[in-house]
């Protein structure tokens, strides 16, 4: 599998976690299928490829359109809102370092709900909750705060508040795997029509 295979799977999944954020901040509502994707990837230790972490390239579909869309259409608003938090998203992942306070925090919390995870269909709730709290805890705390733009009335809501802060940090675990697959910022405007023939190949 090409390394931008790998680069473009896991930029689709962050993608389609922002997605996820941006259907809550401003329609109060969300695909669940898209949503289960992304929160299940948070527990998903040790694949055999990129793809097993979001279960397959299917699951990925509104990222994949998301992700191309973010290329070829610099004035779309949702692509442009998108990118602001990737670019947040990116810096933070910098200082979630094996060896920081803060990934030894998640990972301590991750593994504590691994179990729950595996009947994530029953325990959604309870997850989103946890990994809502862990969200507030760890990455809230740092810097760059990541502000959701959206209605006010949706956003004071605390379950859609909740989901939001859950999607973040899947969010965050895609961007990581990003970098670990060689992603950076370079290949982002050097690689497009790379990352572009790969969206087509994930796509068909």
Not at 116 to 135: M, V
Not at 136 to 158: A, F, H
Not at 168 to 183: M, P
Request: with cysteine; aromatic share 8%.
């Amino acid at each position: 599998m090409s390394t931008y295979n790998s680069k473009t799977i896991a930029l689709a999944g962050a993608q389609q976690a922002l997605c996820a954020v941006q259907d809550i901040a401003w329609k109060g509502s969300y695909s669940q299928s898209d949503f289960d994707t992304c929160l299940q990837s948070i527990f998903v230790r040790d694949p055999e490829n990129y793809e097993g972490v979001f279960g397959s390239v299917q699951n990925l579909q509104s990222g994949l359109r998301a992700l191309r869309t973010s290329f070829k259409d610099k004035r779309n608003k949702e692509a442009v809102e998108r990118t602001r938090y990737m670019v947040s998203l990116m810096l933070l992942s910098k200082k979630v370092q094996p060896e920081s306070s803060v990934a030894q925090q998640i990972a301590t919390t991750l593994s504590l709900l691994e179990e729950t995870a595996g009947d994530f269909e029953n325990q959604r709730n309870y997850i989103i909750e946890r990994l809502a709290q862990l969200y507030q805890n760890t990455l809230s705390k740092m810097t760059p705060r990541i502000i959701v733009y959206g209605k006010p009335e949706i956003l004071d809501n605390q379950e859609n508040a909740a989901a939001i802060r859950a999607l973040l940090l899947a969010g965050l675990r895609a961007i990581i795997l990003w970098y670990q697959a060689g992603g950076n910022q370079l290949n982002l405007l050097t690689g497009k029509s790379r990352y572009l023939q790969q969206i087509d190949k994930l796509l068909a």
